[in-house]
């Protein structure tokens, strides 16, 4: 699941209180760049004791300044800066609207749960078992989506039999699929849904649901459903185009190729070599960009597949349990049931007069804002109606003009 910080942050005026996130190991830029950071100081220093150690003559010097500030100049001409963050733009909109495509089946368990009741006694179990196998084939039709986009997913659900063990599918469903994929091997999250449709069909013609009303709802969540499920696998089928990929990333590595050698920081530079760096052991700023560029890169590298296992990607997992007890619960323990009708302590008053704060909220309690509006004088002059002559005058010079007829034109 996403590295959750928003609790450190709760009260952003104190000082000091982005300390606390700054430091962070888990899912920190730190963790992401530091294998990479450590190999690029590495040939960083092999090239700088490389150069200290055989440039011993003027010649030797004055050629390795050229080429540094040939690549200096050079790797200021790579777009760098623009490249990259209209990419991670562009990463960061997808994995949001990824996620936000991953639908809750509450609604349609509230729905399923309001729409078929069993009007006679011995329709009850037969209400009942409606009610779970519609929430049933729901959770199915997500697990089966994620198990084809999702590594968290399938290490959980390998295989057909994983998801009948968990109690998602019957044995009889496992034989359908399995059949299905032999005709065809294209993605069946959407057999369940058909089988829910035909489920709420035949619980009309039943009488298992009273109106077509609270069949048109269900069919529309059902249909919200497909949709979302379509999409997520229309995201993991279509991806970011691999070009654009390369290229961002190999603007990134072949700017800091080219700062290896110019931004290296030597002794004794020739006299006629203007505006030489300074003789510095380690390079501060050199390190800084490299965790700004990289770190950011990275972003963008976790991000391209929210589905996948990394720190900050969607725990799938922990939904997909989520929803069986939610779906369930709704349908089937909470259905029909809800605590016994009580006046509440604020029955005679009607409208409360004051409601209670503890002293840790106490400074949060205001007044009503006042709109924009409000606290505006407008003068009695201003109030005051117009008359019906100051504002019929033009009305009545209307009036008074006559048009003119085609004898009077000619």
Known sequence: MTVSYTNRLANASLFGSFWNILFRWRGSVYKLVWIELVAFLLLYYAVNLTCRFTLTTKHTKERFYEWQK??????????????LGFYVSLVVDRWWKQFQLLP????????????????RADQKEQARLTRRTIMRYIVLAYVVTLMRISLRAKRRFPSYQHVVDAGLMLESEKNIFED????DPMAKHWMPLVWANNIISTARKQQ??????????????????????NALIGYDTISVPLVYTQVVTLAVYSYF???????????????????????????????LEFVFYVGWLKVAEILLNPFGEDEDDIEVNWLIDRHIKVSYMIVDEMHEEYPELERDQHYDEVVPKKLPYTVGAGHYRRHQPKGSAESLRVRNIDASYLSTDQGGDDRKRKKDVKPQTKTEDV
């Not at 269900?218 to 979302?228: G, K, N, P, S, V």
């Open 70 to 83: 040939y690549l200096s100049s050079t790797s200021e001409s790579i777009p760098i800066s623009f490249v």
């Open 104 to 119: 809750f089946p509450d609604t349609m368990a509230l729905y399923i749960s309001a729409a078929i009741s069993a009007s």
């Open 180 to 183: 299905m994929d032999n005709r």
């Open 208 to 229: 298992l649901i009273i109106s077509n009303h609270l069949v048109q709802n269900i069919m529309c969540e059902l249909a919200d459903i497909r949709q979302r499920l």
């Open 257 to 287: 190729i080219t700062t290896l050698v110019g931004r290296q920081m030597l002794p004794d530079p020739p006299e006629n070599i203007e505006n030489a760096p300074p003789n510095f052991y380690f390079p501060s700023f050199v390190v």
